[in-house]
Structures are given as C-alpha cells and as structure tokens.
C-alpha cells in the first residue's frame, strides 16, 4: 500500500472507525487517539494488510479494537474483560435524554459484550466478521451478543415507554 | 420490572447516534511535522518502577559523588627571614564614609 492509499482508506472508512471507537471508549479524544493510532500503524507498516485475507474495513476495526482493549486494560487492569455475571442495575429515566442513557448502558457492559454488540448493532458486522476482529470462535461471539442484549433489556427496562415520549438523539460528548 | 423485548430494545439503541470523524484528523496523521515538535508535543510513557530505579540511582549518584576539596598547592616554597623587607615607600590612603565631611 501507498501513502495515497491509505488515505483513501482513511477518507472511506474514518467515520465507522471513530464511530467504533467513540462507542467503545465514550471519549471523543479517545477515539481520536485511536483512529490516529490506526492510521499511523498502517502509514509506518503498510505490508500489514493483505487484501486477499480480509477487506479493509474488518481490519481496521480489529486494530482499533486492540487499541481500545490496550486502553482499557491500562487503565482498569483489575477488571475482567468479560464478566458472564454482571449485573447492573436498571437505569432511572429521570437522570438524563434516552440517547445518553442508552450511552451509559452500554459503557457498562462488559468490554467484550460491548465490543460485541458495537459491531453488531451499530456497524452492520456479521457474526463471523466479529468473529475474526475480535480473535474469537463465532459460538463465543454469539454468546457475548446475546448476554450483551439481555443486559440491556434490563437495565434499559424502565426507559419502555420514553421511546414513544421522545424522539430527539443526542451525541453523549 | 419486565425486561425489553427485541423490538423495544432495538428501538432504544437505535436512539444513539454517534458523531462522524472531526474533520482536523486528518491534519493529525497525514500532516507531515517539524521534527523538533517532539521535544514538546511527545510523551514517553515510564512505568513506574524504572522511574523509581532511575531516581534511586541518580540519588545514589548525587550521595557517593566526592565532593571536589580545595587543591592547595602540590609545592609550598619555604620562607627565609631574608624573604621580608621593608617597605620601600608608604602611601597611606584615607578612607571616610559617605555622609562624613572632609
């Protein structure tokens, strides 16, 4: 790969990358950070992507996915990337707009859930797409998603009817 | 309190949008940069116990240094009573402070 090639790559897919990673981190610096990080790693290494292995969308979410779990791990190194009984409790509708409570719920899955439903829900990722990003069987992605959506069909349980009240989308900066 | 069913919770999560890629990004990573920017716009991370190695060892650096003692001449020249002699010629000065008058 070129320098101008990655920077179509950049131009094509800095959106869904950021998304990802403004998604797994709920910080806009970090995500920036990531997506820097992404890039750079490919303009300095650019032999690292194979086309004929993946194409460049999974393989930049699978970078950008280690950059967020390296984060993560440095900084809550005592938690457990994937907790099967974690349990939180369901949100309180007066304390903030859906979008931000939706936002909340999902930061305090699990990373690994999260991860999971991320690429699912919000990036459009087959099963086996995840599977090879997150370096994991598609059973045990399978079984992530699902544990990621019981959870928040609890925790967003009391938010039932706010979704017929209201329809305004905030982005949670 | 029952929990969502699959139409309501994609309803929900449906609800968050997230924000596109700012646009100065790119500026970041193609945006070639004077290399002297590193001195103050880098950081280097340090894990802690070689911070606290280095700083022990510079401690230890600065305690078992030897301090530098004043060097008094290797050869001292011995005095003969011959060596004095008188003043040639005397030129006394007089010396008065500030506010005294002459």
């Not at chain 1, 086309?51 to 996915?65: D, E, G, K």
């Not at chain 2, 600065?62 to 530098?68: E, H």
């Amino acid at each position: 790969m070129t320098e101008s090639d990655v920077r179509e790559a950049y131009r094509t897919h800095k959106d869904a990358i950021y998304r990802f990673a403004w998604r797994m981190t709920g910080s806009p610096s970090a995500a920036e950070d990531i997506v820097h990080d992404c890039f750079v790693s490919l303009l300095r290494n650019p032999n690292a992507y194979d086309p004929s292995r993946a194409p460049m969308r999974p393989f930049l979410l699978a970078i950008a996915r280690n950059l967020a779990r390296n984060r993560w791990r440095t900084e809550q190194r005592w938690s457990a990337l994937d907790e099967e009984a974690f349990v939180a409790e369901p949100v309180d509708p007066a304390t903030g707009q859906v979008a931000d409570l939706v936002a909340r719920s999902v930061q305090l899955l699990p990373p690994f859930q999260r991860e999971a439903l991320v690429l699912f829900e919000y990036e459009q990722r087959s099963l086996e797409e995840i599977a090879r990003a997150v370096d994991a069987e598609v059973g045990t992605v399978k079984a992530r998603l699902h544990r990621a959506r019981e959870n928040l069909r609890r925790i967003l349980a009391p938010l039932r009817f706010s979704d017929q009240r209201s329809s305004q989308t905030t982005w949670n900066h | 309190m029952e929990p969502l069913n699959d139409d309501e919770l994609n309803r929900l999560l449906a609800r968050w949008e997230a924000p596109p890629a700012p646009s100065h990004l790119e500026r970041r990573i193609f945006g070639k940069q004077p290399w002297y920017r590193w001195l103050w716009a880098s950081s280097i991370p340090v894990p802690v116990p070689a911070l606290m190695l280095l700083l022990l060892l510079v401690s230890a650096l600065v305690y078992f240094t030897p301090r530098s003692k004043p060097t008094l001449p290797t050869t001292v020249r011995e005095l003969k009573f011959s060596d004095f002699q008188p003043v040639s010629e005397i030129k006394p000065r007089i010396v008065r402070r500030n506010h005294e008058s002459n």
